[in-house]
Structure formats: C-alpha cells, structure tokens
C-alpha cells in the first residue's frame, strides 16, 4: 500500500485508530465505497450485516452500553439513515456513547432530491450531541477525531457522520496528526471545592439522609466509590432503572428503585428524608412523579456532569458539576464516618409492611403461569450462575425485570429507559452477545417488542452469535397500554390485544432453538436448558395475559401516592 | 419573560441552525435574532431575544451545542440596544415633505426613492423605530424590514484575540501503530 488512500479507506482506518473492532449496517448505494474498502481491513475491523438498521443502531447500543466504549452502527443515505433515527434518539436520551456512520448522495447532486437523499444531519439535529456532513475526503480524520471525543466525553452521547459518495471515492494522502480544536466543548475540568465542602457539610448534619444513584455512577466507574461512600456513613442507597447495578441490591444499604413502579418504601423514604443526595441521575419524570411534590422536605446535592441538567426539573441546594468519581473521592475525603441506622430501620419497616417484591403478581384466583413465576426462575439462575447480562426492552417485563430480579453488578442490566423504544433488546443483547462472547446474554422482552425487531435473529443465526437467550414474557396484549386502559380507562382494551406467530417456531424458522413455555414447573427447566444449550435459544413464556405491574404512582400524581395492589373486582 | 443573550458561535454550516432547532425544540418564543461576524474569525456574536421561563436552563442547553462558544444574559446588566430598520413609503409626490420632517424629527434618513415609493433608513432603540413606523403608516402603505435587536453590555471582558481551545495543540493518533 501507498501513502495514497480513498476517502472509505481513511474512514476505516480512523476507526481503526479509535480502537472500533465491530460494527453493524446494511449497505447501499451511496455507502459503497465505505464498504468496499471495509474488505480489506476485515481481519481487524469487523461487521454485522443486520436485517434493519434500526437493529444495527440498537446493536451498537448493547455493545456501547455493555461495554462503555463507543459503539458504532452504518447505514446508507435515505431510508438507511431515517432507519437510524430511533436508535439515535434512544442513545441521546439514555445518555449511550453512540457513532453513527451514513453515507449520502454525491456533491455534485446534494440539494437535488437525488435518488435516496435525505438532509440526515437536519434530521438528527436535536437528537445528536453533535453530527457532521463531509464533503472533502480530506476532512476524515479529523471529524472521526472529533466524532468519537465527542461521543464519549463528559456526557456520552450519539454522534452522525455524513459522507458524501465522491468523499469516499476520493483518493488522498490522509495528514493524521491533526489536532482537536472543538473550543465549544469542554468537559468540565475539577471541582468546586466550596460545593464539595458544603455538601459534606449538608450530609454530615442529616438525621435522614438518602443517596440516589443513576447511571451516571456506572458510566463514571464510580461504583466502588459509591460503596465506599454509602458505608462510610450509613447512608440507604436507591438506585434507578439506570443506576441499577451502580450499587449492589443484596447489600444492607440498597432499598431498591424509586419512581412510578418504584417500591412504596423507596418512594415514602424519598418523600421523608431530609438530605438527598443524587448522583448521576436526571430527576426523570418517570422518578419523580410531579416533580413539584418530590422529596418536599429534602436539600438536595446533585452531581452532574451536565451543568445544564442542575435545576431541571427539581431544585437544588447543592450542585457539583463534574465528574461522579471525582466527586465521591473528594465527598470520601471530607465526610466524616457515621451511621443512619434509626432511620434505615424506619425504611426497612415500611418495606416489610408493604410486601416487598412478589406477592404483587401472585393472583390467588389463578395457577396459570404468572410472570412472576418466570421471574423468580430467572432470577435465581442469573445470580447462581453469574457470567450474564440482561437486556430488557420496554414495557411491563421491563419493570418486573426491574423489581425481581436481584441485581448485583454494573452494566448488567441493559435498558431503554428516557425514549422506552419497544423493539430495544433483542439488538441490543445482539450487540452485547458480540460484545462478551463468553457470557450468557438474555433478553427479556414483550411479545408486543419482540415483533418489532425479531428480524435480527436472522442475523444471530448468520453471525453464529450463540450466547443470545431470548426470554418473551408473552401476554397477547401491549400489556403496559393494557394495564392503564383497565386502571384508568374503564377496562376499554383499544388496540392492545396482540396476537404473534408460534415464537418458538419462529424461532426454529431462523435456525435457533425456540421452547414455549406455559407451567408454572416448567420454568426452571426451560432456563436451564436455554443456558445450557450451546446456541441462541428463544423461550416463549405464555404468562397470566392480565397481569400487573405494581406498585404504581398514577400518571401526574406525587411519588407519595401509589397503587399497591389490584382493586377488588 | 424575555431576555436578550449574546452568544457567540462558531461560524460552521449548520451552527445557527441548531441554535434556532434547540430553541424551537425547547418550546421557546424567539423573537429576533441577529448575527454577524465578530472581532475574531471563525466566530459570530449573536444577539437572540427569546421568552423563557428559565434563562439560566435555556443558556445551559444552549452551551451544549459544540459550536456555541459562549452565552451571557444581559437582560439584567448595563447594556446598549440598537436595531436598524428600512421603511419603504408608498406616497405620492405632494406628501414627500410630510415624510421628510417625520424622518427628521426621529433622526432618521431617506436613503431612496421611486416615483411611487420612498425608503427612510432609522438606527435606534426598537421602541423608536416602533414609534417612527406608526408615524409614517399613517402617510401611506408602509413595508418595513427590521434587522433585530443588536445589544452590547457596557462592561464585560477585553475580548480574546482568538478561539483556540485548551487542547488544540495535542497531537491526535500520533501513537497510533500498526496501521500500514
């Protein structure tokens, strides 16, 4: 090889040098190029042919979310790029270092309505942290730079590049020592020591003081920080449908989730305590309930690194603007080891009045299979088994999955959480299974999800990805929509019955092994036959079709105020 | 309430454009925006007057963009506003006079004029121009075309000679190995 290389060469070496070892799309016309140089390097620069690029885009998310690098995803121009949006907006709400590569229409026709010409970069304008259009081979690498610095720095985020066909085809002697010049953006650099001060001073002097932990401690890798901190004083931990894993469930201190199905003594714990500290987190309205009734007697400390997310939705006492692990040291270093015992008994009583976990889905009028039952089988593999990750999609598995499992270990629980895009997890898992090929990947998924992107197992069957374990907790309904309907709309179930192929035949259909499910003493087998069978496996589980998701904060109300338990007939 | 931001932005294709999308997303009212070069190359200053609830959240969200550079409030501070506006007049000949003294007593000049039409050009507050408008609307069918408010704090920092980042000169992949 020559000094000289085509614009799509320079793209595959730049990912190259920004350590990218996989990536998902599908190809066309005007990503030809890129794909045709993409042969050469493919001993060191893999790619996954997917089924749809909305699957290409979840993919790269399970692997960035997994792993904590950038993940990579590459469609065409057109309906391959309007293909990415979803995954794009997933990644920019959920915070996922995300790059996402398409190609468009040449120059000379740009602005034309060309053949599959879509102006992607005003698309994804406000749902990228920043996106770019080349047009001049000679650009490359230094938008790759930039891309992926961007991408994973500070707050992650998704990040698009446009390229133009003849940028690609372009020939150039590509200069790689270019120098990042992006003065619009500066992570944060150090801490307020008085906001540190005060903060411990704040903490020290609680008598109710409660930590909340977002996914902001693990992408910061603060969770022994987070450990240390919370046993150093005391301090009762919640964790959010994202933090969960920043902080060990089966330790003394961790009370649970909070939130809409969050538990009723996290909530009331929330609305009692004095101090609340927040790591990471965005006060999400799915936490806060009407955020204007949330912790009402609480100072709250909040570290962030997003300055623009201090103040949001919830007011502040003390802001830390910066990076979680730095802070937690710095916090370390000045407070004071104490104790919150009175106060965590407290929690703990409520929490034992309130039937923890599962006697909210056990209905006593039935012996169908309950989800809980499948819950309670998956739990106790995944936490004598260790070695898995578990990707869940959106919906009522996703909150049970939240409630019912034990979760022990950061990134390994994987979810759509600010978008809740059905359809997130059998990709995603995809993504992770490639991502950890020596650990056991489930998706617990909808029946509603899965059909929205099952197509991919299409590509785990042509990859030979074996460590997919598909677990569809099916109802025949859109069983979150459901659930309101009969809460909230007089039982008119419009639009959410759902019906679906035999999923385990489907299953066989594309090459894996598929079990349907549907006794109560035939969980257990089912999930230790899917671990142990060497290939992706899809088990259909035919739950209870009405069951609920409790507790519950209905829509628009505080935190304090749940629905615990089904209202009598 | 509104405000009035000056920012300044890197001058890429496409910076303003998501100033205006991230302000329009938000559910703000913008109601004007100028821009133009500023002192230093590569960056324009803008002038923005939006409605917000929450200034302080509306210039966070604004300093995410990678091109905005920097955003200051200075609604509350020591500051000048300007803006220009052309008028064109549709009066015929006999009422030409009538404009004249209009335009004098305002401070304003006329630039132009057709055998229908006469342009008067006014550089002042907004409120002003607002005030010259209604007076000359009443000679004739007026068409106006304002340039948005400029606004410059009295105070403030001695400008940067340019806008060269922290890290500009770290040289990127020059370690990178392995790739022939």
């Known amino acids: ?569 | 309430m509104r405000h009035t931001l000056i920012a300044l932005v890197e001058d890429r294709p496409g910076a303003l454009n998501r100033v205006l999308g991230l302000l329009r997303g938000r559910g703000l009212g913008l109601h004007s925006i100028a821009v133009g070069d500023s002192e230093t190359p590569g960056v324009k200053r803008a002038t923005v007057l939006v409605d917000t609830e929450s200034v302080e959240q509306t210039i966070k969200q604004l300093n995410r963009l990678i091109e905005v550079l920097e955003v200051t409030d200075v609604t509350n501070a020591e500051y000048v506003v300007r803006e220009t506006a052309l008028v064109k007049i549709h009066a015929p000949e006999p009422r030409r006079d009538e404009i004249k003294t209009v335009a004098d007593v305002f401070g304003a000049r006329i630039v132009g004029s057709s055998p229908q039409t006469v342009v008067v050009e006014m550089t002042d507050t907004p409120d002003r121009l607002g005030e010259m408008i209604a007076r000359v609307m009443a000679i004739g069918a007026c068409e106006t075309m304002r340039s948005g408010s400029l606004a410059m704090a009295l105070g403030g920092p001695t400008p940067r000679v340019n806008a060269v980042s922290e890290d500009a000169t770290r040289v990127w992949w020059s370690q990178a190995d392995g790739i022939s």
Not at chain 1, 44 to 60: M, T
Not at chain 1, 85 to 99: G, H, Q, R, Y
Not at chain 1, 390 to 410: C, F, K, N, S
């Open chain 1, 1 to 569: 090889m020559t000094d000289e290389r085509t614009g799509a060469q320079v793209m595959c070496e730049a990912l190259m040098r920004e350590d990218v070892e996989v990536m998902f799309g599908i190809p066309g016309g005007a990503i030809m190029p890129f794909y045709h140089a993409m042969w050469e390097y493919r001993d060191r620069l893999r790619h996954v042919l997917c089924r749809h690029e909305q699957g290409a885009g979840h993919a790269a998310e399970g692997y960035a979310r997994s792993t904590g690098k950038p993940g990579v995803c590459v469609a065409t121009s057109g309906p391959g790029a309007t293909n990415l949006v979803t995954p794009i907006a997933n990644a920019w709400m959920d915070s996922t270092p995300l790059v996402a590569i398409t190609g468009q229409v040449s120059s000379a026709v740009l602005g034309k309505d060309a053949f599959q010409e879509t102006d992607i970069t005003g698309i994804t304008l406000p749902i990228t942290k920043h996106n770019y259009r080349v047009s001049r081979a000679e650009d490359l690498p230094s938008v790759f730079r930039e891309a992926f610095h961007i991408a994973r720095t500070g707050r992650p985020g998704p990040v698009l590049i446009d390229v133009t066909k003849d940028a690609q085809q372009a020939r150039l002697v590509p200069d790689w020592n270019v120098t990042l010049n992006v003065p619009g953006f500066s992570a944060p650099v150090g801490l307020d020591p008085r906001a540190i001060r005060e903060a411990a001073r704040i903490l020290a002097g609680a008598s109710k003081p409660l930590i909340l932990a977002g996914q902001g401690v693990i992408i910061s890798d603060a969770v022994a920080e987070l450990r240390t901190l919370a046993e150093r004083t005391g301090i009762p931990v919640v964790t959010t449908l994202h933090g969960i894993g920043a902080f060990p469930e089966d330790h003394p201190l961790s009370i649970g989730m909070p939130g809409m199905h969050g538990w009723v003594h996290v909530n009331r714990a929330i609305q009692d305590c004095d101090v609340l500290l927040c790591i990471g987190a965005r006060f999400d309205d799915r936490v806060t309930g009407k955020a204007s009734t949330f912790a009402p007697r609480a100072s709250v400390i909040h570290i962030d690194i997003d300055p623009s997310e201090i103040g949001k939705n919830v007011k502040v006492a003390v802001a830390i603007i910066g990076d979680a692990r730095a802070a937690l040291r710095a916090l370390i270093e000045l407070i004071p080891p104490r104790d919150a015992a009175i106060w965590l008994r407290n929690i703990r009583e409520t929490q034992a009045t309130h039937q923890h976990r599962q006697p909210y889905l056990r209905r006593p009028d039935t012996t169908e299979l309950m989800p809980h039952d499948v819950y309670a089988a998956l739990n106790a593999a995944l936490n004598k088994r260790g070695g898995y990750r578990v990707i869940t999609d959106v919906g009522q598995h996703q909150m049970w999955a939240a409630q019912l499992i034990e979760w022990r270990r950061p990134r390994t629980h994987i979810t759509s959480g600010g978008a809740g895009t059905m359809g997130f997890a059998v990709p995603a898992a995809m993504g992770a299974a490639i991502a950890h090929p020596d650990e056991t990947i489930w998706a617990i998924v909808g029946d509603g999800g899965f059909q929205m992107t099952n197509q991919e197992l299409a590509t785990i069957g042509q990859e030979g990805i074996k460590n997919v374990k598909v677990a569809i907790v099916n109802n025949g309904y859109l069983g979150m929509v459901r659930q309101w309907q009969q809460l909230f709309e007089g039982r008119r179930y419009s639009g959410t019955p759902l019906t679906g192929p035999s999923f385990a035949g489907l299953a066989e259909a594309y090459g894996l092994r598929g079990f349907t499910v549907d006794r109560i003493e035939d969980a257990e087998e089912a999930i230790r036959a899917a671990w142990d069978h060497d290939g992706s496996v899809v088990l259909d589980f035919r739950v209870e079709r009405e069951a609920n998701v409790f507790p519950l904060v209905p829509p628009g109300l505080s935190i304090g105020e749940m629905i615990t338990r089904e209202a009598p007939a």
